[in-house]
């Protein structure tokens, strides 16, 4: 939505830079889909954000009122079916045979084919991981695809209104809006995620819940959408209200200016370092350790994040994304500081 609102004051063309620019990013996650991380949200950003591209004339309050009706197709719908399949997760048992079976061929498909030198799990997980993202490019032109996925393109709805509207660059503008978002998506958010933790341990136990609220989607969403838009705008009150708040999370900054590489670096340290491709460090650690090391990575992102914008303008992959969406070289070190006359 900010790069609309910057091609259209500058009258540059949108639409094609757009869609090749998610075209990309969709590139960027396959490959951090089959050879990093299990399961990716690159492939679903850059697949659900394309929509945008049919509303983005609209006027804003058009827009939340199809973010409406797109969250209703999400839960409704599903509710009454009762499919409780998370659209996060993968069927792995399937995909780890198809991957063996694929690994194990005398005559391996091009899509499994792997660097020589790996073990022969890489080479199976590699494999079923292949098998995993062709099926979602196979899948995505299915009405089913959409609506399992339509909890996204919610969201990224309600960034375009954001965006359209300036309620997040503009806080001190919105101030009553942002109070009220923040405390009904705290509610919303606890609730939904409380009833998808605990919905299934309370029925065991006899306690019956409400058939909507018994939906795993319904929960997912009031939890995923709601526990967002708290973050987001009590960060934003923050920002705008609270000095001292405000110095204590600047240097987060940093890390969103470079949140793709970030993102990608964080799954390749935890999975490909310390856990069971590397180090083995954190294989077999207990919920609240996990979390510590997890956090503690972080930390370090935090640390070096700072430490890059120093010496360069954007990120490695925030680089290379921006070149290939403008076809020429971005330059990437910062410039240096004009020396002040004497």
Not at 204 to 233: H, K, T, V
Request: aromatic residues 10%; proline residues 5%; charged residues 15%.
């Amino acid at each position: 939505a900010m790069q609309l609102i910057r091609a259209e004051k500058t009258g540059k063309p949108f639409a094609l830079r757009y869609a090749w620019r998610a075209l990309l990013l969709l590139g960027i996650g396959i490959v951090h889909y089959v050879y990093v991380r299990t399961n990716d949200i690159l492939i679903i950003y850059a697949l659900c954000g394309i929509p945008l591209l049919l509303v983005r004339r609209l006027r804003p309050t058009a827009v939340l009122a199809i973010a409406a009706a797109v969250f209703m197709i999400y839960t409704g719908p599903r509710v009454l079916e009762g499919n409780r399949v998370d659209p996060e997760q993968i069927a792995t048992r399937t995909l780890d045979e198809l991957g063996r079976r694929a690994a194990s061929a005398s005559s391996p498909p091009a899509w499994c084919q792997v660097p020589p030198g790996i073990t022969e799990r890489y080479r199976a997980e590699v494999c079923g991981k292949a098998a995993s993202a062709r099926l979602i490019l196979t899948n995505v032109w299915t009405v089913r695809w959409w609506r399992g996925h339509a909890i996204y393109v919610f969201m990224m709805l309600l960034g375009l209104y954001a965006a359209r509207t300036r309620v997040l660059s503009e806080a001190a503008r919105h101030t009553r809006l942002l109070i009220a978002v923040t405390s009904v998506g705290l509610v919303l958010g606890l609730t939904g995620n409380a009833f998808d933790v605990f919905g299934e341990p309370l029925g065991e136990a006899g306690i019956a819940l409400p058939p909507a609220l018994d939906r795993w989607n319904l929960s997912y969403a009031l939890g995923n959408a709601g526990l967002a838009l708290f973050y987001l705008s009590a960060i934003a009150l923050l920002f705008t209200h609270a000095p001292r708040a405000r110095r204590l999370l600047s240097p987060l900054a940093n890390v969103g200016r470079m949140g793709l590489t970030n993102f990608v670096l964080q799954d390749f340290i935890i999975l490909t370092i310390l856990g069971h491709r590397g180090l083995g460090l954190i294989n077999g650690l207990e919920g609240w350790q996990s979390l510590v090391a997890i956090n503690l990575v972080f930390v370090a992102q935090i640390l070096y994040s700072n430490l890059w914008f120093r010496y360069f303008r954007m990120g490695p992959l925030e680089s290379l994304w921006r070149s290939l969406t403008w076809f020429r070289w971005q330059p990437i070190r910062a410039r240096p500081m004009p020396i002040a006359a004497v």
